[in-house]
């Protein structure tokens, strides 16, 4: 039972509800969120879209340039949609995924293997494995926040690049039901998601807001899924820079509810020199 203090903290954004869990109320949690996602609709193969390649592309992939013969690792990718940018460089791909819906053995015509996570958080890879990561409004359903995102630090390679889109808004009260969302997923206040990316090792290379909701209201019965369309997508980010400075953790009126709800990052692991780069290249 959350005391008030607690619950403050927690609405606040001054700390991460679910990131200091025992481990048998993290393994709870997992068996809540395991098949979460499939439930709300995903799991139907015939009707699901993805719904996120304009915003990845703008933020993300244009910015990039990455070797051939990726490892790569698609940290609650589902069906693997978002990784279509780099199929042509991708030499292997591994999901982390809790539900069966979405396995397939390969991703286009490159091989994919799908692992599920482990209550602990922990990743069953050797260090420097992988060159290129993706987790794409994954982290905020998972409990544990700190240890999943150093044991991704751990298993890239120096000099390999990892994409991290996740919700800064509390997207409500958790406590409770919330239509449309998973039990525990809440959003990760933006300062505590910055230090734990340096806490473990990562550079920011970019950094921007994204996912302004009253766009999805205005569009929503002409533009269904606005951020694969890239004109909206460049509004969107329009109106996040303009709004940014209205941006809080859990909003309490309406007129604080019109800000930017999620931050994109272009992550890096840094090299100790060159050579180590060359080596794992």
């Known amino acids: ?76 990718s589902a069906y693997g949609e978002e990784l279509e940018p780099v199929l042509d460089l991708a030499k292997h791909i591994t999901i982390i995924d809790p539900s069966d819906a979405f396995v397939k053995h390969q991703i286009g015509t490159v091989p994919c293997t799908y692992v599920k996570p482990t209550i602990s958080g922990q990743l069953p890879f050797a260090a420097g494995h992988f060159d290129f990561v993706t987790a794409f409004g994954v982290l905020h359903h998972v409990p544990n926040v700190f240890t999943v995102l150093s044991e991704i630090a751990r298993v890239m390679k120096p000099g390999a690049t990892m994409l991290l889109r996740e919700p800064v808004v509390s997207m409500g009260d958790w406590r409770f039901p919330r239509a449309g969302l998973t039990r525990h997923e809440r959003g990760i ?59 809080t953790y859990h909003a309490i009126s309406n007129w604080r509810k019109i800000r930017p709800t999620s931050a994109f990052y272009i992550l890096e692991k840094p090299c100790s020199g060159d050579s180590e780069c060359m080596q794992k290249s």
């Open 189 to 247: 206040p933006r300062d505590l998601l910055n230090g734990m990316i340096s806490d473990v090792g990562l550079v920011v290379r970019h950094e921007a807001l994204c996912v302004f909701p009253p766009l999805s209201i205005i569009f929503q019965r002409v533009v269904p899924r606005i951020y694969n369309n890239l004109i909206i997508t460049r509004l969107d980010k329009v109106f996040c820079k303009l709004f940014s400075w209205n941006l």
């Open 1 to 76: 039972m959350l005391s008030n203090t607690e619950i403050d903290q927690y609405l606040s954004g001054s700390r991460l509800y679910g990131n200091d869990l025992s481990l048998s109320e993290i393994e709870q949690w997992y068996a809540d969120e395991g098949e979460g996602y499939a439930n709300l609709g995903a799991s139907d193969k015939n009707s699901y879209q993805y719904a996120y390649h304009a915003l990845n592309q703008l933020h993300g992939y244009a910015n990039l340039k990455l070797q051939s013969d990726l490892e790569v690792l698609g940290f609650g």
